[in-house]
């Protein structure tokens, strides 16, 4: 099978589509057929060997983690899923080959009506925003900061706070004003005069901040008198320290029943996950380029099946 692969740290240069055997599957695990992988801005920190000593790669290295696809085969003693059916997963460094092996209690099943894209999504923004939110846990009427509420994990939790009955205001560039505006939240450009512009914009405070970026977030949220309890953060380690907040992230919303709850928001058109871009993986190169600006609407994904079983399987889940 084809799988993405790195042979030493680096750009993404390094990165290359090789041939690689098709693992098989264990006991109580299935094969899945991967159709889509998420491109996520963590991948490049490990590639670049930035946290080799947390992490190291063994080479040859794989890449990706959070995927949808097709179960392809089951293993010795699997029940509860059958050859065939649609799922989610999070394989750490191997979701973006054409198979994957998975342990059943690892995966959730997909609803009809999930596009394949949104749906590779969930096991890693999706389920980071998903602690996030319930870390600062919003209640009606309340008013709700989230940063970089354009990006991958600030999209999601953006429409899950409003979810929670909450006003959202969320920091983007003006590019991505009107796509917020669309999704009912109120957006303010990030930057200098932060503090400032979000006064203004909730004039009546603001109960809570979702951090997805750093960069001070934190620092003008403690300012305007958030208290440290209704404060979480994914990216700001110093304010941690600091302050206290919270730094629920994706382990924390670990669990296919999440997912299953993610997945089931999405197929209602209740939570809407903008793609970006879709790239075939022979692109996996330009679409790591792409994701290391760090402005995007939504996700980046990585289309690792090939075009003609794409068309096959239709562009959600049937
Ligand atoms: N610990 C975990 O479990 C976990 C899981 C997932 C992600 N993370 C981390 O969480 C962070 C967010 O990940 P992501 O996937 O959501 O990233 P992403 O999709 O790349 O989103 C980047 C967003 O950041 C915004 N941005 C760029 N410069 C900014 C600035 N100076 N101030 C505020 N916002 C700015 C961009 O907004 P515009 O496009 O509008 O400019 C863009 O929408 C990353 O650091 C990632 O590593 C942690």
Redesign the pocket.
């Known amino acids: 099978m084809k799988a993405v692969r790195f042979r030493r740290y680096g750009g993404p240069e390094v990165l290359e589509i090789t041939d690689v055997p098709r693992p098989r599957p264990g006991d109580g695990q299935v094969l899945i057929e991967v159709v889509t992988a998420a491109l996520?801005?963590?991948e490049i920190?490990i590639r670049e060997g930035l946290f080799a000593t947390m992490w190291p790669a063994t080479f040859p290295e794989g890449q990706g983690n959070d995927f949808s696809g097709v179960v392809a085969e089951v293993g010795a003693g699997v029940t509860g899923l059958v050859a065939g059916q649609p799922v989610i997963g999070f394989a750490p460094r191997a979701a973006q080959a054409e198979f994957v092996a998975a342990g059943v209690s690892t995966v959730a099943v997909l609803p009809s009506g999930i596009g394949w894209d949104a749906a590779a999504t969930i096991a890693?923004?999706g389920a980071?925003a998903w602690a996030s939110v319930e870390a600062v846990a919003p209640r009606p009427g309340e008013t709700v900061v989230v940063?970089?509420?354009?990006?991958?994990?600030?999209?999601y939790a953006a429409q899950l706070a409003a979810l929670h009955g909450a006003r959202v205001i969320g920091?983007?560039?003006e590019?991505?004003h009107e796509f917020l505006a669309s999704l009912g939240i109120v957006p303010v450009r990030?930057?200098p005069g932060l503090e400032a512009r979000l006064r203004q914009a909730a004039p009546e405070g603001v109960h809570a901040l979702i951090d997805?970026?750093?960069?001070g977030?934190v620092d003008a949220a403690i300012a305007l008198g958030v208290s440290p309890s209704r404060i979480n953060t994914?990216?700001d380690g110093r304010a941690v320290h600091r302050y206290g907040v919270h730094h629920q992230?994706?382990?924390q919303a670990d669990d296919p029943r999440i997912w299953s709850r993610l997945a089931g928001l999405i197929a209602e058109g209740r939570l809407t996950v903008p793609i970006t871009r879709a790239y075939p993986l022979h692109e996996v190169r330009q679409a790591y380029r792409d994701?290391g600006t760090?402005?995007?609407?939504?996700?980046r994904v990585l289309h690792v099946a090939p075009a003609s079983r794409r068309q096959r399987l239709g562009e959600t889940v049937s």
Do not use: D
């Open positions: 996520n801005p963590g920190g890693g923004v980071t940063s970089a509420a354009a990006g991958g994990v600030g999209s920091t983007a560039s590019g991505n990030y930057g997805t970026f750093g960069a977030n994914i990216a992230a994706q382990e994701l760090r402005h995007v609407r939504g996700k």
